[in-house]
């Protein structure tokens, strides 16, 4: 890795708050984060001291009331912070996205009793939540999953598998998605799951390609017994719920994105300045010069774009179309940047030595999470061209 320190990012932030709280961010990462990432990647160590820091510090419930724990920050600062813990390392920038997700429901739909019982503990008292959707037979298509809640009195009785969980097995709180009636969107209801309720267990983590610190497995839930006053909205409005928190995550995935792809062009800037042939540095010729630029061209729109989504949701305008656009560029961006970034540095991109081929791998990932990119495109199309003929 060089020795030769980036340029921080030029941000447009709207109050000097939100510019301390940026600073404060990069801080942590540079101090806290960055330095562990490559060995804990490398052993698949979740950080989970990074994230009891984080809660300390108030950056786990950046967009939420303040009333809660919160940090009553808009959208446009709490997807920079995003994308500056991504840059220093995607396990925590991507965990603090999902914890974000997991929160959606209860601090969105809960009634004022369940928000005052459970969201300060949630936001700001060292819980790590869970969103519990896919299923191993259901992802794109998630109206069709199976897991059942079969009201038992003043209970529900949860049985099913669920898959692709990020913290799955390690988390305190587990927003689930269950079948309460019939088939189709409208028969799924959410629910505020304990960590350790009886008969919920994680299975062994996935092997993954990249993100290993950061646990990725199947929730089994067998008899798992909730009472009533967990069930999160209407009965049959969980799709709904479900819908709009994803709208919101995908700009979490976009932050995450640019900002992994921002600490790839880093590290190819500085490796390209330093390395020497033909009697200069290799950032002298052209091939890699024009390289350089497109990155950084398409980070730079990649940021806008996620931007310009969050002021849309900060002023309670629609921004699902942005969301999917913005997800789906700054992945495809992060995916191109990390591979030229490998190609920059030749063979030592290559190797373990350097981040890049750790970037690359996990760059990968982030194409498919939170609604693959085609499942992006399906549904910028249906804002553009209105729905498909049946």
Known sequence: MSDRDPQP??????TEESRDLLALVREI?????????????????????????????????????AEYGGGDQPYEVYLQVLEEMAS?????????SVHTLACHAL???GTKQQQVEHLPAMLGGGLLGAYCLSEPASGSDAASLRTKAVRDGDAWVLDGTKAWITHGGIADFYTVLARTGEDGPRGITAFLVPGDAPGLSGALPEKKMGM?????????????RVPDDRRIGEEGQGFAIALAALDSGRLGIAACAVGLAQAALDEAVAYATERRQFGRPIADFQGLRFMIA???TQIEAGRALYLAAARLRDAGRPFAKQAAMAKLHCTDTAMKVTTDAVQILGGYG????????????????????????????MVIA?????PEAR
Do not use: C, W
């Open 9 to 14: 990012v030029e941000r447009q932030l709207p």
């Open 29 to 65: 990462a540079q101090r806290e984060i960055a330095p562990k990432a490559a060995e804990e990647e490398d052993a698949g160590r979740f950080p989970r001291d990074v994230f009891t820091l984080l809660s300390e510090s108030g950056l786990l419930g950046l967009p939420y009331d």
């Open 88 to 96: 220093a390392r995607l396990t925590v920038g991507l965990g603090v």
């Open 107 to 109: 601090a969105g739909y």
């Open 212 to 224: 290993k610190g950061s646990p990725t497995a199947q929730v089994h839930l067998d008899g798992v």
């Open 294 to 296: 497109d990155m950084a």
């Open 350 to 377: 290559y190797t373990a030595d350097f981040p890049a081929e750790r970037y690359m791998r996990e760059a990968k990932v982030l194409q498919i999470v939170e609604g693959t990119n085609q499942i992006q495109r």
């Open 382 to 386: 249906r804002h553009v061209a209105g």
